[in-house]
């Protein structure tokens, strides 16, 4: 599961995605978390919890368009 956060001054964070499980099974995959509208941030932080089977889990990229 993933939840996406930002905040506008670095210290205090609301949810832009709350928790989410992912939506393919396999050990690697891509998903897109998208902002509801375009926002001005300082910070952002991916919060992720329930591991799989294989007890590993990570990101490997993020990106902004």
């Known amino acids: 599961?993933?939840?996406?956060?930002?905040?506008?001054?670095?210290?205090?964070?609301?949810?832009?995605?709350?928790?989410?499980?992912?939506?393919?099974?396999?050990?690697?995959?891509?998903?897109?978390?998208n902002f509801d509208r375009p926002r001005n941030i300082k910070a952002v932080k991916i919060d992720m919890k329930q591991p799989r089977g294989y007890k590993y889990f990570g990101i490997n990229h993020v990106a902004s368009f």
Not at 15 to 29: H, N, Q, R
């Open 1 to 33: 599961m993933v939840r996406v956060r930002y905040s506008g001054d670095g210290k205090h964070f609301a949810d832009s995605v709350c928790w989410t499980k992912e939506k393919k099974k396999d050990e690697a995959f891509e998903e897109f978390l």
